[in-house]
């Protein structure tokens, strides 16, 4: 009985050397979290990625699975993050017309508010002591997560912390824009789209579709050229 | 069938961003590079195959999936940036309050001066 009880306590570790629990515990948690993100009302604040992350964890500490482990075997998922990059380009090229028509007040806009996203944070953070590695995680907060990843790898920061930045940054963004919208006023469906998916990623580009079709198609369009425009620029700065 | 017909012609432009990115050291990921050519040969060619549209498609609304890995890490090497925490949530909640104010208005700006003043 004992016996079966030590093997049991192995289990986990045993599991962890292939691939398959690491893929099986993210699957899982993706989709109870998303379960939870309907049951709990949708709210704006709390976006599924979040909840299913939280959940993830509990159970990687529960079962006492090394980090690193589940890590190396996520590989298999994370791997996909390269075509998935790739496939932004399909909506972006879907989206050309709306370019076209609006073209003046994107080219204007866009090269400095998705400059100044990064340079805010940077100062901000240098002049509160942080370190270049926490900086060069900070830097691209406003971009969308896989290619965030690629700048992140790029400059030297921590991809873990750059996810963490990049989720508060989604969500508080969302909240700002609420909040500006009203106060300046701006009320242009189009202006509020391209804000939100510009500053808020995807977690922005989410509630803009909540707005309207309008605002969901300039988000994704915000979030795409911010997304190309800083994973191009970043890394030449930085390496000054 | 179709969507992994699609899902090749996206590696393939993974792999051509790759090796434009090692051949010609760029500081710039793979896959950016591979969606800036993807979105340019889509310009010149005028359209999208439907294989293409499924396969991007369904692996977009994945990404959260694909993403959750990197994320767990925030708990797990949390202790590494102990006494940044002050630095870090200043950078993100004021840094981001003054970017969406930014965008707002310099949006605001260009679009009304274009078009005459409606109100």
Redesign the interface.
Known sequence: MSELLIRFQALPDTLATTPILAIGLTLGAFFVGNWLFSRVGRPLWLPPVVLSACLLSGVIAILAVDYHDYQQGARWLTVLLGPATVALGIPLYQQMHHIRAMWRPIVVTLPIAATMAAVYAVVIGWALGATPEVLASLAPKSVTAPIAIGITEQLGGSVPLMMGGLLITGVVATLFVDLLARLLPVTDERILGFALGLNGHAIGTARAFEISHTAGAFASLGMGLTGVFTALMLPLVFRL | MSMLRG?LV??L??IL??SVRLLLAL??????L??????FT??LKGS?SDD??L???G??S????????????????AD??SG?W???A???????????????????L??TR?VSDRE
């Open positions: 899902f996206l590696v432009f993974f961003g790759e500081p710039v990921s793979g896959g950016v591979g969606m800036v050519v993807i979105t889509l310009m999208v293409l549209a396969a991007s498609q692996l977009i994945v990404l959260v999936l694909l993403i959750m890995p990197g994320v767990v890490g925030v708990f797990f090497t590494q940036f940044q002050l630095a870090v200043a950078a993100l909640l004021v840094g981001t309050f003054l970017s969406v104010l930014t965008t707002l208005v310099l949006m605001k260009v679009t274009g």
